[in-house]
């Protein structure tokens, strides 16, 4: 099993920043590609920001320019600094990880962490 953490979240001003940070551990040989996603209240799950092993990113318009993904493979962790927050980017915040162990792959979540942007 793979477990993800993640921590960061909390409650800013429409302007501010916050950095979340998600650490994997558990049954782990590799992991390839790690990723942010985020479900509003009534909304479905979007894609925030991935960023693969090697290093490469890629963003959901809406955050580009605001928001900076960010990987340390040796801690098995994945980070986010969000910057210029807005109101609109109040959510659950969820970690995603494709993990493999041996010839094992799997794909897994955190539990979320929330972010309330208040105008």
């Known amino acids: 099993q793979v477990q993800l953490v993640e921590s960061g979240g909390g409650l800013v001003q429409a302007g501010e920043s916050l950095r979340l940070s998600c650490v994997a551990s558990g049954r782990i040989s590799s992991i390839n590609a790690m990723a942010w996603y985020r479900q509003a209240p009534g909304k479905q799950r979007e894609l925030v920001a991935r960023?693969?092993?090697?290093?490469?990113?890629n963003y959901a318009d809406s955050v580009k320019g605001r928001f900076t993904i960010s990987r340390d493979n040796a801690k098995k962790m994945v980070f986010m600094q969000m910057t210029n927050l807005k109101p609109e980017d109040t959510a659950v915040y969820y970690c995603?990880?494709?993990?493999?162990?041996?010839?094992?792959?799997?794909?897994?979540w955190g539990q979320g962490t929330q972010v309330t942007v208040s105008s």
């Open positions: 960023i693969t092993r090697g290093g490469s990113t």
């Open positions: 995603n990880a494709d993990v493999t162990y041996y010839t094992t792959y799997s794909n897994n």
